[in-house]
Nanobody, 126 residues
Framework: QVQLVESGGGLVQTGGSLRLSCAAS??????????MGWFRQAPGKERAFVAG????????IVAGSVKGRFTISRDNAKNTVYLQMNSLKPEDTAVYYC?????????????????WGQGTQVTVSS
């Protein structure tokens, strides 16, 4: 089993920045063996892919809507994945979830992620 705990959400003004963290743990879990992703769900909308990072951290993917503003990274020594969010916009307001894929995926297909965190709220005021 894998437990994922997100942190770093909050209220920020348009143009501001936030850094989300997701700490992973588990008794027989090896963080460097899983792909990691960030997803978000805005009110009234379906959950959507934001960014993904490969097992080693050497490859990343970012959704077009946040490209150039958001950066995903991971620290395998700390069992943590990060989402640096800059130039935030009101449309970035959502609950942000991190997810782990034990098949190593870091792409947008949600079914490839077997473990999910509880989410952290990000609210961007205009």
């Amino acid at each position: 089993q894998v437990q994922l705990v997100e942190s770093g959400g909050g209220l920020v003004q348009t143009g501001g920045s936030l850094r989300l963290s997701c700490a992973a743990s588990g008794r027989t879990f090896t963080f460097s063996s899983v792909g990691m992703g960030w997803f978000r769900q805005a009110p009234g909308k379906e959950r959507a892919f934001v960014a993904g990072v490969s097992r080693s951290g050497g490859s990343t993917i970012v959704a077009g809507s946040v490209k150039g503003r958001f950066t995903i990274s991971r620290d395998n020594a700390k069992n943590t994945v990060y989402l640096q969010m800059n130039s935030l916009k009101p449309e970035d307001t959502a609950v942000y979830y991190c997810a782990a894929s034990d098949v190593g995926s870091y792409y947008s297909t949600q079914a490839e992620y077997g473990y999910w965190g509880q989410g952290t709220q990000v609210t961007v005021s205009s």
